[in-house]
């Protein structure tokens, strides 16, 4: 959620920040505006009525005393109160128009942030790795999966629908050792390891910026309103919801393994295939609540931690800033990280490493002090996949494969496995 104390001191500017997504809230600024005088107006209104409540009141006693007829004064005293009411109703109308209107604003872009109109601005910040080169066909990993009877998508389509996957054998040990290699390898780096529930309330949604705009695209619980997470990042940041954090604990990093749940759009085709985009899917996210003066130092250390373990696994990658026009809703700047996959000839994003700055900590009052008697500011809230497990496993089985169908296990994996190749009689 943006500051309406800042949009209203800095309209023009917000509106062309604002205009770099590739839409225009103009009209939406100048409602804020308008509806802010109004709502000062109100609230001075209110009070001078309030005042003069309280003078008025203060004379009935003495002109009683004096044998005086009040009468008048009771008249003058219901006028005031009715005043009061209605000017306490509108208020209301217009503080709720005001958080409807900044509930659906994204966040501004970070004036490092490439303006562009789509993925195609994105620009490219550095790579790792060279892609293999094969001697032979490589296949994508939807077939591997399926030759070394590994991913079973039939089966599970039968049991639950399209976009949902059965892990077999070594495929489900290989996405479990994957989640605790990522898992061991943040804790080691200082982030505190966290299993957070699967479903959250509206008020955790509306805090990290699910909510409202992307409702439709949520798996909501019909008998009680909780929402199925489309990522840890949701539990995990409403941990300290409503909470002013001691400064000096600053940065708090955390870790946390759970599964995802989405509605993913896709396009027909290649994407609806394999482990790329999937109704539900494993994910290791970071999340750090960070002070405002450090919290862009902190997003670079972030997508640092997210590579490494990408290093660790060998898979060539790359990290490109996401275009203003590419960002999420409420991102102020986003490192996307790319794996290299054999089978789309390209990379695919693997990892996304935001910056929200202040917007979500409004959302969900999340403050901090530096000294018991400095003023609260709302801290940065940061997040990333550390990484996504599905997409791993995808990358892992079409760059580590060989030409038997045989699947080599990356090193770093190897003590989670207990082997150093997948192969079809691992059943």
């Known amino acids: ?130 892609p293999k080169r094969f001697d032979f066909e490589p296949r994508p990993h939807w077939e591997i999966g399926s030759a070394l009877k590994i991913l079973d998508p039939e089966t599970a389509a039968k049991v639950t629908g399209a976009r949902f996957h059965f892990y077999k054998g070594a495929g489900a040990r290989l996405e479990r050792a994957v989640v605790n290699y990522f898992l061991d390898c943040h804790w080691k780096k200082g982030y505190v390891e966290v299993f957070p529930p699967y479903m959250v309330n509206r008020d955790s949604m509306t805090g990290t910026g699910q909510l409202p705009k992307f409702e439709e695209d949520a798996f909501k619980v019909a008998n009680n309103g909780f929402f199925l997470i489309p990522t840890a990042e949701v539990p995990v940041t409403n941990m300290h919801r409503n909470e002013i954090l001691d400064g000096g604990t600053l940065p708090i990093k955390y870790c946390a393994y759970s599964a995802c749940f989405r509605a993913e759009a896709g396009t027909a085709g290649r994407d609806t295939r394999g482990l790329i985009r999937q109704h539900q899917f494993n994910k290791v996210e970071l999340v750090k609540f960070a002070d405002p003066d450090t919290s862009y130092e902190e997003l670079e250390s972030l997508t640092l931690d997210a590579q490494a373990v990408l290093i660790g696994l060998g898979l060539p990658h790359r990290v490109v800033c996401l275009s203003t026009g590419d960002m999420g809703f409420s991102s102020a700047k986003t490192y996307d990280i790319e794996v290299y996959m054999p089978s789309y000839n390209r990379y695919v994003e693997i990892s996304s490493c935001s910056n929200f700055e202040d917007f979500q900590s409004r959302r969900a009052a999340i403050r901090f002090k530096r000294t018991a008697t400095d003023k609260t500011r709302f801290v940065h809230t940061l997040n990333g996949s550390g990484v996504a497990v599905g997409r791993t496993v995808a990358a892992i089985l079409e760059n580590y494969q060989n030409a038997d169908g045989t699947v080599t296990i990356p090193e770093a994996l190897r003590p989670y496995m207990g082997c150093d190749v997948i192969k079809e009689e691992m059943l």
């Open 1 to 130: 959620m943006l500051d309406i104390k800042y949009i209203k001191d800095n309209a023009e500017l917000v509106k062309e920040r604002l205009l770099t997504r590739q839409k225009d809230f103009s009209a939406e600024i100048d409602q804020l505006v308008d509806l802010y005088s109004e709502r000062n107006a109100l609230i001075a209104e209110t009070e001078g009525k309030k005042a003069e409540q309280n003078k008025t009141s203060k004379m009935i006693p003495r002109l009683k005393k004096e044998g005086k007829d009040v009468t008048p004064i009771f008249e003058e005293m219901k006028k005031l109160s009715e005043g009061i009411k209605a000017a306490a109703e509108r208020l209301n109308c217009v503080d709720a128009q005001i958080e409807e209107i900044l509930l659906n604003l994204p966040n501004l872009p970070h004036n490092s942030v490439p303006v562009g109109k789509d993925d195609q601005d994105n620009v490219e910040i550095r790579r790792w790795g060279e």
